[in-house]
């Protein structure tokens, strides 16, 4: 057992809660400064150059246009580049066997790191010949919660769903079969025809969220029980957040559109109100934008002025190459008079162009302020997550500790208890002696795996370090608390761990104490105190005997006999 000796977390490691403020108020602050560099750019335009302005509107709108065309096709394919290459890792995974396809813990686990990486992925899914699926998915308010879900069809159906909290704690668990089949819905179909091959869907609108989306999938063949569809749910929601933030113009339009014509995201909604499915321009146009849509019902790439009941309007539209075969369009347009007051007509025009291709550039920005952030959310991953075991790791553990601790003397929950568990391994040492330390490490992955399946609603678990883990429990009564510790060491026994076709049988022993907020302690004592005590009854109770939960004051024998 490896002896944890500083209970005390990073300097400035923040909860959940608090990094995704941060992350927000980065985002916000990073959007705001690529509008303002935009609208300085084109005020210092206008009043540097008002003498030559036909001159150089005209040469700066080539040049703007021609940089944002390679940079949209860029940025929008590294948008969906990750997706892509997930559904390619966990096909290669699969067949090098690290990863089963029949296992719907681990599957699970696997994707919700996934999803924790790839913050456009709205869910990662797997189907299978028989009609058994395994998905796991962004749930709850700002989707910060998960939906994972697992259909078996052997011997019977049974379908679990199971919904986790921001902190990936349970938030309940159902067993309601909704008859849902893998093997009818779009992405299997279209990966199983086209097998070995990664396929994408048309856009459409995801039934859990309401918002447009597109699923990327892949049907690998070749093994007992294939075709097996591995896919990922892309949400492009972020897309129509950006355009709906932009407000370039008092009464014009940004929209991005696939190849059909079918709108993915616009700026503001049009007066037509369409529901149940994607609509298209037409459906929705209103006159000035039927007028760019001229007979064909579909926009086409250039840049372009109208007239539209008198009214004068500038528009740019800029294709975008997803994938071989699969083109949407980005288009921008509004009135001229919107941008242009008291210029002359030519005037008016040009400046407009220049206006709409700096939207755009506020538009293709958007992938690149969610990298400039993507550092940040992989930092605060590492500091707050245990590499191996994908549990919360030392510093994560003991701010949420402090947090709850807070909150427990700030509330009054007549009669709760909270106890904090130290424990750890009987044994471990020797595996790691006799079998070496990768076959230590499975061992430790499976066990994280064992007792974040057993975890209790509210509870919250995290690796100390070495075999050494903790758990915060908060229950009606002391009896209560010390049975759920307990579950969890009888959940871990239960069965072996298999590594290398060797089978290790893991048990464990658990120190346990209790935090009573009516005993006055300074703020940074509470933690260290409640740690100090647990561990030391995990210390003694080890001398005495293995294999159960030790209970702080617990004293069946005297000391002074050990």
């Known amino acids: 057992m490896s002896r944890a000796t500083k209970p005390t977390p990073p300097p400035g490691t923040l909860t959940p809660t608090q990094a995704s403020r941060a992350t927000i108020r980065a985002r916000l602050m990073m959007l705001l400064a690529v509008l303002v560099t935009q609208l300085l750019t084109v005020t210092v335009i206008v009043w540097n150059d008002r003498q030559n302005a036909e001159r150089v509107v005209q040469s700066a709108a080539a040049v703007t246009l021609d940089h944002l065309a390679r940079v949209t096709a860029d940025n929008v394919r590294s948008y969906l580049q990750p997706p892509t290459q997930i559904v390619s890792i966990n096909g290669e995974l699969i067949r090098a066997g690290q990863l089963s396809a029949t296992d719907p813990i681990s599957l699970s686990v696997t994707f919700q790191t996934m999803l924790n990486a790839i913050p456009q992925l709205n869910s990662v899914l797997i189907g299978r010949a028989d009609g058994s699926f395994t998905s796991a998915r962004r749930d709850g308010a700002g989707e910060t919660g998960r939906s994972l879900r697992s259909i078996e069809t052997r011997p019977q159906r049974r379908v679990t769903t199971t919904i986790l909290d921001s902190r990936g704690r349970i938030v309940s668990q159902s067993e309601k079969d909704d008859a849902y089949d893998p093997r009818t819905r779009p992405w299997y179909t279209l990966a199983v025809a086209h097998p070995d091959t990664t396929v994408w869907t048309a856009p459409y609108v995801f039934a859990t969220t309401g918002q447009p989306g597109v699923t990327v999938a892949r049907a690998l063949t070749g ?8 896919g990922a749910n892309v949400q492009l929601r972020h897309l129509a957040t950006l355009l709906q933030g932009v407000q370039f113009s008092a009464n014009g339009r940004a929209f991005v559109t696939d190849g059909e014509g079918h709108i993915v995201a616009t700026s503001r909604s049009w007066p037509v109100k369409v529901s149940g499915h994607l609509p298209t321009l037409r459906e929705v146009a209103d006159p000035a934008l039927l007028k760019l849509l001229g007979a064909s019902g579909r926009v086409t790439p250039g840049t372009g002025e109208y007239t539209v009941d008198g009214q004068a309007y500038a528009s740019v539209v800029q294709p975008v190459e997803l994938t071989p075969g699969v083109t949407w369009m980005v288009g921008v347009y509004a009135p001229v008079n919107d941008f242009t007051a008291g210029l002359q007509r030519t005037d008016r025009v040009r400046l407009a162009t220049i206006l709409l291709a700096c939207v755009l550039g506020s538009l293709i920005a958007w992938p690149l302020l969610e990298r400039a952030v993507k550092p940040m959310r992989a930092l605060h991953r590492q500091a707050t997550t245990d590499p191996l075991t994908g549990l919360h790791n030392r510093g994560s553990f003991l701010a949420q500790l402090d947090e709850v601790l807070d909150r427990t003397q700030t509330t009054t929950q007549s009669g709760r208890q909270l106890g904090v568990a130290i424990f750890d391994l009987d044994g471990f040492k020797a595996i790691n002696d006799t079998y070496g330390h990768p076959t230590g490490d499975e061992v430790l992955l499976a066990v994280g795996a064992r007792l974040l399946a057993a975890l209790r609603p509210g509870d919250i678990l995290g690796r100390l370090g070495g075999d050494e883990f903790a758990l ?91």
Not at 225 to 230: A, F, Y
């Open 223 to 230: 093994r007992p029980g294939d075709p097996l569809v591995l």
């Open 472 to 562: 915060l429990v908060d229950g009606a009564s002391r009896e209560e608390v010390q049975l759920r510790v307990e579950g969890m060491i009888a959940h871990l026994a239960r069965r072996p761990v298999i590594v290398d076709q060797v089978e290790h049988h893991i048990h464990s022993t658990a120190g346990l104490a209790f935090y009573d907020p009516a005993v006055p302690q300074l703020t940074p004592l509470r933690r260290t105190a409640v740690l100090s005590r647990a561990d030391t009854a995990l210390i003694r109770g080890k001398r005495r005997m293995k294999g159960r939960v030790w209970v702080d004051g617990e004293s069946p024998v005297p000391d002074l006999l050990l």
